[in-house]
């Protein structure tokens, strides 16, 4: 190839180089505004990335705009850093996510101490590592059933009193739900078989006083002495679900 037709054939290649993917830009909704960071500008897509500090109640839109064109959001980011989207939001009391949120990122609400309520979107697949970790007013969460997978320590060291699983979860990450205040889980009887796939718990902790454990006939039962270390919280107390998947007091006691 000429010189001179190489040099045209990779400026034609740099001049579609997407920089805007890294484009951060501000929006503001109900006159609180948030920095978003588009994901993909043929999709049009963006991730909550900051949130101000003095934030109290917080409605996230669909779709924001930017440039005057339109951009669906995602995913509420949460950073290697460990720097969440909403993390430290000291003040914030609540906060409603559109149905276009999929994901929640590592960290994203993590020490929002005040935090009572929160409205999760139908289309969430995942909730990310201490996503809400240390949120120590947050006694209550419906969990939608998109959901697949909640990671490591995603609700460590808050209120909650009670969980209820769709049975749309693969996977729960060890600590997930360690916290004092648990007493209630409940999970439907085709929790994690759809799809032919397999609920996987990692370090699962059952309180030994509980007989009736909560797995399908078709899941694998190990012995009491296989769960440790902290799924749900050692105060967790009961266990529910409609179907009887049982190990022996024997077993239960060792």
């Not at 997978?149 to 209820?164: G, P």
């Not at 990450?173 to 209630?184: H, I, N, Q």
């Not at 050692?234 to 409609?242: A, F, I």
């Amino acid at each position: 190839m000429k010189t001179k037709e190489l040099f045209t054939l990779l400026l034609v290649c740099t001049l579609h180089i997407p920089t805007a993917l890294a484009q951060h830009f501000e929006y503001s909704y109900n006159g609180i505004s948030l920095t978003y960071e588009i994901i993909s500008v043929p999709d049009h897509t963006v991730a909550v990335i900051n949130a101000p500090s003095e934030c109290i109640d917080v409605t996230i839109p669909s779709v924001v705009y930017c440039n005057g064109e339109a951009f669906k959001v995602i995913e509420i980011c949460g950073c290697t850093s460990g720097n969440g989207a909403f993390k430290n939001c000291k003040f914030l009391k609540s906060v409603t996510l559109p149905n276009t949120v999929e994901y929640i990122g590592d960290n994203a609400f993590q020490g929002c101490t005040w935090l009572r309520t929160v409205n999760l979107s139908s289309k969430l697949w995942c909730i990310g590592e201490a996503s809400f970790m240390g949120c120590e007013s947050l006694a209550s969460i419906k969990l939608p059933p998109s959901l697949k997978k909640i990671e490591s320590n995603a609700f460590r060291d808050t209120r909650l009193s009670s969980v209820t699983l769709p049975s749309s979860i693969r996977e729960i990450g060890c600590g997930a739900f360690m916290c004092s205040t648990l007493k209630t889980v409940k999970m439907p009887r085709d929790i994690g078989l759809s799809m032919g796939k397999i609920l996987v718990f990692s370090n699962l902790y059952l309180n030994t006083s509980c007989y009736n454990l909560p797995f399908p006939d078709q899941f694998t039962i190990w012995s009491a002495s296989d769960f440790r270390d902290h799924i749900f919280s050692s105060t967790s107390s009961v266990v529910e679900m409609m179907t009887a998947a049982k190990i022996s007091k024997t077993e239960q006691e060792k």
